[in-house]
């Protein structure tokens, strides 16, 4: 303001020139006319007097004066001086120094004289005034100012009331209601309402507010009154306010905003007449409080939820009752409406999709559709939209359907036309509806029909220019089944007709989109909205009650419950009922039945559930000693099973699933695959068949339907052709094949790993059984030219996929049979011949044509060497043919037709049925007859053909390039092994087919060595197999020796089946079968002893395995014993064996392995119970002359009687029966031919070389060890006098050599056994003869020359240790007991290190074959002469029994002569044996239990004692061989006492059965 200053000296001057000055200038600046400028000059220089005054520069009074004489040069001077001191009252007010105050204080005090008080009052402030006087208190004063400046500035005078201007507003409404009917417009209208405006000084804002007004009345007149508005207004901001006044008006509590406010709202904001911005501050509620409600309810979902699954204490209960009332009393205050709502639900219903997407999206998703009005909104509008396309292309056959009135309104989402069209807004309007479509079933049936329409049009159109259109079309069809169809669903009540509707679109989408959208159905879309959480809770609970109360007997009310339960909400109901059924397995065939009410929908739902959770990555799958499957896997398998065999459901998906965990190296899974063909096509996996079934499986395919199985399968037709065609058109059928078959190895080298032996040798027999189950299915369910186009040939199969060689021909098998046939058939159609010959002759060929290619093919599957021995096609038929292709089970055919009969019979006498009924079944039952006739008959026509094809091919089967040793050797390997315990049916194949091979009279075959190389080496393949593999081996080995038990029994049969066959020449020689002659067979006895010798193989082999304490070892063992327990043991002592080391095991494993325990329990009670049909040792064959066998020798594989001890073992095994050596070493003698003819035995050596090889040296070593033992008898035995003579009769010799055999059996016996053993005494002699030519048979010894010497140098070691192999059955002392372990610890403990170094020794032997031969031309004579020898024996039993005393007394006189009186009647046989006479024998062995229980050392030193005791001792072995009730006396303890009474019974018992025998 100072912009003017006033000179210094003006001041100083003051009175004298510068009070002039300053009125001069004064006045100069009110004479200015410079429009406003002099106003504000005149102000500065006011200002600046009066500034100097308040310095205290200038006197009061004199500026006073001055100032009261200027206020005559202007009118405004006043107004102006009193702005001046308004300036200084705000800068004086702010000082501090308070005498500048007070200046102008006084300043202006002494103005008010000539400046008016009024114009003070109005420009200072009141506390200034206040000072100066001119009011008493500033406060009253302020008051008083604001009372003016209201009354003055905000009191309204006029109110804009329509009473104020009554007849101008009254002429406004009736001018906008009047009828519009007629040609009058928006512009006329608007014109009348200006008129009235200006006559009417109406308010233009009032005026619009009645136009919305009589609008909203009025609704219906939309064009009118928007055209008006648009005309009228001229800014949206006011019609915005406007608006939302009357949307505040209804925001209080209990208020209900009307729909015509929001349909105008909707409506101007459609015409674009407001911005949408604008008008949503006006509306409540805000958006923090719709976001917070939202979550609220999402949180009491929950809450309910955890309620409904949880169990609730009553105190609790009291206490959620209370929260529950205060909750309800705070709802009856019912909250303002949601007026965002109400507008987006006007919005909707008007077409404005554009403004309600922009509101839907400020709220959390699905909250403004999960209000029914919004939602039916929504629906209605999309109603709109697809039903052009809907009528074109969504419409079924016949349907009608009822016209929709499209929207006027030109704004909204235009209709479709194409699919394409869909995507602009009706996919996205579907998105915002979400699970709220439920309210609309009829929309929903339109859109599933829609997709049904689309995926027709999808998978039909190929082309490529539309190719990523249709792409993007399907994964909106996907992503809406995802949110909306699914969602909605769930929420629909019950609504089985949508499901099924559903099910015709999910059907058409591959099978991974399907289970992709019902994972995300079970695990993502419950969360995510309150009355999903809600409804998942209630079907959670629901569920449970359900499955507490299903049982057997309310199947079908609980069925029913189930079934609506899972229409809307499946993935939640079987999740539930699956978690049950993992628990306890009883429920699944409840469970399964009450499935019968379900839609097609659910059940694929409930194939993706079983799939997820099989899949569980939480569950285990082994038990936690990780030995077995979890139950709740077996449990989810079986129910695999049952179910997708009942109902419909599609298999792609879990075939898949087992194909996966296959390619990922698990093989836990192939258990479903197991359960599912079992139960779907009817083809049981077991290996405890009875034989009844076992024979019904090498039948037909109806045999096998009716008596194969443990179940009667009936209607697989359906349920097989469901899993044959899921197979093929997933083209999984030969990759689960091939992937089972490489998983075999995988199981124990890659999956096996750290996992339990008993585990792993589970998942192998699981994967086996699986496979050969599997393959069996798809042998008999393809057709020919489905098997033959998916199955390669066998080389591919080997080289290309590494699949093992039984499983490729296991899977090329029906093939095979396929092309034969239909080859056969073409050939029989093009030569028309009915004669049986001409069929036979092209059957041949046909084979001929196909089974060529395949015999090129194998030869790539081996090495050259092999196909020296075996011929190709040797190879390939064995692999090829089938018990069906061997043998017609007449028995079986037979016992299913009486069965059917039978049947029949029961039909006709029940009256119960009613006659429709009882014609059907009998109708069923005779076609099921006729069906089985002449399936027998067919199948013994092709039986026929086989056996004339193997009889024209035999001659080519096996070379003679090697030994038949080798020949049999690749035969067992690469054939008979592997095939035998691939499966039960295979097994008896096995043994079949060796018979057969055998009856064709095969070249090069030897039947005896095959059999020997079986029996006497099971220890290693028992030990390696797994649990099923041993029942597989078991059957095997039982079917072997069925054969020749049938030999054995039955001298007749013997010499039909074996006499003159080329499997039992004993002649071998390189060149082939050239008719032999009678000498150069194994006649029946010596056949016998062969028998004997393998009998005792498997018993020393059996009790090793069951000493062993190893677990695979006692268990496949107890298998094995178990399956062939028809056939063996057959010999009593062996039996005893057996069951004295069985008995052992169960003492032993019945706390520590249940499981053992269980075996060996079972066995031995059946072991018992065949105790009846066991018969003594020398009725199972003669062994009282020492006559070898020309049998193949064959070596034991198994501890015991491996490398270097077995070369003694031969020979101390029979070291307690010193009298039968005594006999058979002068019979053997010192001849070396009989080496030359044994070592020719070896030939026939086994697998690992060194059977027979050493027979030659187990003869000298019997020779010189007999020699030994004369002499050691002559020194103990007293009165031995070298003066007896050979003048004797023949007769005495004969019976004194009897009778000195029968007292040392008995002596031994009483001293040293126990009672068990002593029914065995007679039995020992034989063995210790047999045990001899074990020396070159079973028993494994070092080659070399020098293991004769080596032997002899340790016989007495040796012998405790053979002794020691096999223990008696019967108790014996402790330090006995315990010596006999160590001792047999230590032979057990060898190795086999002579197996390959045999085999060259034995090539080296083998040099010259044709010159080597064995002859037994004199063991006709040996054989008479034994029977003389028993007849007379048994005469000189019965006179000793009458003339005791006499008997002694000849027996101390002839016991001299013994010794010189064998000697000359083995002289002569030694002659013969030199010829070859005595090598039939030669492989008799030893029973394991007959072994003397005491050592040789043991009986030596006895006896050197007992000279003064021998002839009270003789006639105690007269007394017990004829009557046996005195031995007792002569014991010299209790003990003793009481095993001699009860031995001498039985031993009476044994010279009964064997006189009879003789």
Known sequence: MATLILPGEWIKNWEKSGKHEFVQLCKELTEKTDHGNETKDIQAALYEVCSQVVQGNLKIDLVSAVLGEMMELRDDLPSILADVFCILDLETGALEEKNKRDHYTHLVGACLSFVPEAILKERLDPETLESLGLIKQAHQFNQKIVKIKTKLFYKQQKFNLLREENEGYAKLITELGQDLSGNITSHLVLESIKSLIGCFNLDPNRVLDIILEVYESRSEQDEFFLSLIKSYMCEPITLCHILGFKFKFYQEPNEETPKSLYHIAAALLNHKLIELEDLYVHLMPVDATIVEEHKREISEAKQIARKLVTVVLPSEKSEDKEKEKEKEEEKNEKPPDNQKLGLLEALLRIGDWHHAQSIMDQMPSFYATSHKAIALALCQLVHLTVEPLYRRAGVPKGAKGCALQPLKNKRAPQPTESFEDLRKDTFSMLCYLGPHLSHDPILFAKIVRLGKSFMKEYQSDGRPEVKDKMEILLSCFLSIADQVLLPSLSLMECNACMSEELWGLFKLFPYQHRYRLYGQWKNETYSGHPLLVKVKAQTVERAKYIMKRLTKENIKQSGRQIGKLSHSNPTILFDYMLSQIQWYDNLIVPVVDSLKYLTSLNYDVLAYCIIEALANPEKEKMKHDDTTLSLWLQSLASLCGAVFRKYPIELAGLLQYVTNQLKAGKSFDLLILK??????????????????????????????????YFGQ????????????????????????????????????????????????????????????????????????????????????????????????????????AHQILSKYEE????????????????????????????????????????????????????????????????????????????????????????????????????????????????????????????????????????TKNETITKFLQLCLFPRCIFSSIDAVYCARFVELVHQQKTPNFCTLLCYDRVFSAIIYTVASCTENESHRYGRFLCCMLETVTRWHSNRAVYEKECVNYPGFLTIFRAAGFDGGNKADQLDYENFRHVVHKWHYMLTKASVHCLETGDYTHIRNILIVLTKILPCYPKVLNLGQALECRVHKICLEEKDKRPDLYALAMGYSGRLKSQKVHMVPENEFHHKDQPARSATPASQQNGPGSTGKPAANTSKTEEGGFEDGDRVKDKSQGTTKPVNKANSTAAKVTTSNGNGALNSTK??????????????????????????????????EKQRDERAGKEERLLREGKEKTPKADREKVKLDEKSGKDDKAKAGNGEPVEPGRDAVKESKNKEK?????????????????????????????????????????????????????????????????????????????????????????????????????????????????????????????????????????????KEKTKRS??????????????????????????????????????????????????????
């Not at 405890?688 to 008596?707: D, F």
């Not at 997933?730 to 750290?754: I, K, S, Y």
């Not at 003064?1508 to 007394?1519: D, I, L, M, P, Q």
């Not at 002569?1530 to 009879?1556: F, T």
């Open 675 to 708: 359960e599912v063909v079992q139960k779907m096509a009817g083809i049981e996996i077991t290996d405890e068949m009875t034989s009844e079934q076992l024979e019904a499986m090498t039948g037909g395919e109806q045999l096998k339907a009716e008596g194969g």
């Open 1357 to 1497: 070691g040796d012998r405790n240790a053979a002794t020691a192999t096999l223990k008696s059955p019967n108790p014996r002392s402790d330090s006995a007991e315990s010596e006999r372990d160590h001792k047999r610890r230590k032979l057990d403990s060898h190795s086999s290190p002579s197996h390959s170094s045999s085999v060259k020794d034995s090539s080296n032997e083998l040099k010259d074959p044709a010159t080597k031969h064995i002859n037994f031309n004199s063991v006709a004579r040996s054989k008479s002469r034994e029977r003389e020898v028993e007849k007379k024996d048994t005469e000189s039993v019965q006179g000793r029994s009458k003339e005791k005393k006499e008997e002694k007394e000849r027996k101390e006189r002839k016991r001299d002569h013994a010794v010189n009186d064998r000697e000359a009647s083995q002289e002569s046989k030694r002659r013969k044996d030199e010829n070859g006479t005595n090598s039939s024998k030669n492989s008799q062995s030893t029973s394991p239990s007959c072994d003397s229980p005491l050592t040789p050392e």
């Open 1505 to 1558: 004692k007992s000279s003064s005791k021998e002839k009270a001792e003789s006639v105690k072995a007269e007394r017990t061989s004829s009557g046996g009730k005195k031995e007792s006396r002569h014991e010299k303890s209790e003990k003793k006492e009481k095993r001699d009474s009860a031995g001498g019974k039985e031993e009476k018992k044994h010279h009964k059965s064997s006189d009879k025998h003789r």
């Open 1258 to 1291: 187990a003869v000298k070593d019997d020779k010189e060890k007999s020699g030994k033992e004369k002499k050691e008898k002559k020194e103990k035995t007293p009165g031995s006098t070298p003066e007896t003579t050979k003048a004797e009769s023949r007769r």
């Open 713 to 816: 399968i009936r209607n697989t037709k359906k349920s097989s052709q469901r899993l044959k065609d899921a197979l093929l058109d997933h083209e999984l059928a030969l990759p689960l094949c091939l992937l089972m078959a490489q998983q075999r190895n995988g199981v124990v080298f890659l999956e096996g790993g750290e996992k339990h032996l008993k585990l792993v040798g589970h998942l192998y027999d699981q994967c086996h059984d699986t496979l050969v189950q599997f393959g069996g299915f798809l042998a008999s369910n393809l057709s020919t030219e489905d098997y033959i186009k998916r199955v390669p040939s066998i080389d591919v199969l080997c080289n290309q996929f590494h699949t093992p060689h039984d499983a490729a021909f296991f899977l090329s098998r029906p093939m095979y």
């Open 827 to 962: 050939l029989k159609k093009a030569e028309k011949g009915n004669r049986q010959q001409q069929k036979v002759t092209k059957y041949v060929a046909a084979c001929e044509q196909v089974m060529m290619p395949v015999h090129e093919a194998v030869m790539s599957l081996h090495p050259a060497r092999v196909w020296d021995d075996l011929r190709p096609q040797f190879y390939a038929t064995f692999w090829s043919l089938t018990m069906y292709d061997l043998a017609v089970p007449h028995a079986a055919y037979e016992r299913e037709v009486n069965k059917l009969r039978v049947q029949i019979k029961a039909i006709e006498e029940n009256s119960e049925i009613p006659l429709n009924k009882k014609k059907k079944e009998k109708e069923r039952c005779t076609a099921l007859q006729e069906k089985l006739q002449e399936e027998e008959k067919k199948q013994m026509e092709h039986v026929q053909r086989v056996l004339h094809r193997l009889k024209l091919e035999k001659d080519s089967w096996l070379l003679t390039k090697s």
